[in-house]
């Protein structure tokens, strides 16, 4: 099983739909989940952390489960300035502070 | 906003020889990190660096590579002999350890190309 799993999709979506994104990790010790965002040759970029209690900021809403190792990202409304390719990261914890990377989903969102 | 800055942006080099990579982190950050991307795979873990001594490192670490923190602000990712395979988008990251998640952000990158 993979370390960090998601659907590559891509997911084409209508500007203003609503697009959910799941994601599963392996390692029931996980400390930390990030949701990062990266757009085409460039760098990761941190989207938002998932807190426990699940977070929201402004369009985006992020969702953990540690009983099923389940995280997701919902975003509403979506803009054609979301597409890019969402990334789902683990931080099992550890001296190393090591991040792994799902394979990311890929969003483009059209007129 | 501090950012993390890398050089060059884009480096070719011969197989077999020496590349150094260098990171600039943000400046009160206290983790830095190399991972790696080929193109088309997901982003992978290379090593992490406190204290000046590495704190873990993947199996893709090999006696290949070094990191070294020369001075105050660098920090730098050596490949002694490059292989083909070597070709990657190369991200350096730094962290904050005492805040929250300890968050790592990115650099832009540099581009290594192996002929």
């Known amino acids: 099983r993979k370390e960090v799993e998601q659907d590559p999709g891509p997911f084409n979506v209508p500007e203003g739909a609503t697009v959910a994104f799941n994601c599963t990790y392996s390692n029931s010790a996980s400390q930390s989940f990030f949701w990062y965002r990266q757009d085409c040759r460039k760098e990761p970029k941190l989207l938002m952390s998932?807190?426990?209690s699940g977070n929201e900021d402004g369009r985006f809403t992020a969702q953990l489960n540690r009983a099923s190792q389940y995280i997701s990202l919902l975003i509403r409304d979506s803009k054609l300035s979301d597409s890019a390719t969402y990334l789902c990261v683990v931080n099992i914890g550890g001296g190393g502070n090591k991040l792994t990377f799902g394979t990311g989903t890929q969003l483009k969102v059209e007129l | 906003e501090p950012e993390v800055t890398q050089t060059p942006s884009h480096q070719v080099t011969q197989m077999g020889q020496e590349v150094i990579l260098r990171c600039v982190p943000i400046s009160n950050h206290l983790y830095f990190y190399w991972y790696r991307q080929i193109l088309g795979q997901k982003v992978e873990f290379l090593v992490s660096f406190y204290n000046n001594e590495i704190s873990e490192k993947s199996e893709i670490f090999d006696d290949q590579f070094s990191v070294e923190r020369p001075d105050g602000s660098n920090f730098t990712l050596k490949i002694r002999s490059t292989k083909l395979e070597d070709s990657a988008m190369y991200f350096c990251?730094?962290?904050?350890?005492?805040?929250?998640?300890?968050?790592?952000?990115f650099g832009p990158g540099t581009r290594l190309t192996v002929l």
């Open positions: 990251a730094s962290s904050l350890p005492g805040q929250k998640f300890n968050t790592q952000y």
């Open positions: 998932v807190y426990s």
